[in-house]
């Protein structure tokens, strides 16, 4: 771990206990974060850092939204988790403000985005041997190369990362992995026991790959003409991060199904949600998925109010309008310690030229001057601030990374 030299002797004792006593799963930044606002965070010396990750887009709303910490308190002293064993009187109006926001008829709550992803899978086989007639254990799901959809043992047996797949098998059968943004390549993998084609709309932790135009459509039409469930993971780029409410909207495609998450739950608690219509997700029966946390009242409470604020549409087109903002501003260190730059909305994929640093390397020195962003895959730094975030920010973080870039 790289650690600045004057960091302060209480953050070096706070980050050599979690050295000590949590598993090394994480490669964090230096900096030890205690408290937060808006899209600000303090550390534990005082010093206050703009936030550009958002935790991965599960902060969207920014550090402690009001309206959020509000609905949070007010659940807190009723009462927090009954299990699906019983029902609780949030659960409902949380799902019917859901469905009504993806046009869709159910919805099937969890609690990580990776859930919602195996939720989905489960999903997408019972259709195919319920509904479709595909024979006993044959069904296929068709992925797309450089995937992100978790981390448990079925998702990354169909992952090309090495550092997510390798000695992790034996890898359940099942998925055929194609080129992502090839439509083509989609059809030509499908036959009679294809289930489903899952893919995320925009790719994030592969860093902001945007498909080429047109790519999404054509999956919808050929998902549509071979009988096949087209799955939508929004877990990142949806809830308003992209300009439009998912991803799916930026070409005016519905798919069958919804894989949602992190926003979900407002930073303040994990809620994801499989959300699809009565004749996709009514395959389920009861006692054959479930979570002891899913759709608990807490949950429902806080994501109830998330796509309340989401349904006015300001965040998103407050997402579209900085997003422009924030595009125009990076393409101009493209020949400046950039090699290219891929924006949708208030997300950015920053590919960084070797000859100035690694983006470990320039995202510590952004750390330095009170910026918070996370590389990936080597040369690139992702950039997702909350939807919150003043243009007047945004460039104050532009001409750190100038500097950094330096």
Known sequence: MTTPQNIDPAALSLIAAEEQHVAHNYHPLPVVVASGEGVWVTDVEGKRYLDLLSAYSAMNFGHRHPQLVAAATAQLGRITLTSRAFHNDRLGSFAAALAQLCGKDLVLPMNTGAEAVETGIKVARAWAYRVKGVPADAATIVV????????????????????????????????????FGDAAAIEAAIDDNTAAVLVEPIQGEAGVIIPPEGYLAAVREICTRRNVLFIADEIQSGLGRVGTTFACDREGVVPDVYLLGKALGGGILPVS????????????????????????????????????????????????????????????????????VRTAGLWAGIDIDPARGTGREVAERLLTRGVLVKDTHGQTLRIAPPLVIRATELDWAVEQLKVALG
């Open 273 to 340: 949600a499989v959300v699809a219509d009565a004749d996709v997700l009514g395959v389920i029966r009861p006692g054959e998925h479930g979570s002891t946390f899913g759709g608990n009242p807490l949950a429902a409470a806080i994501g109830q109010r998330v796509v309340e604020m989401l349904a006015t549409g300001k965040l998103q087109s407050r997402a579209q309008l900085l997003g422009e903002h924030l595009d125009e501003k990076l393409r101009e260190l493209i020949g400046h310690g950039v090699t290219a």
């Open 144 to 179: 797309a190369n450089g995937n992100f959809h978790g981390r448990t043992t079925t998702i990354i047996g169909f992952s090309d990362d090495p550092s997510a797949h390798d000695d992790f098998g034996p890898y359940a059968p099942g998925f055929l992995s194609v080129p």
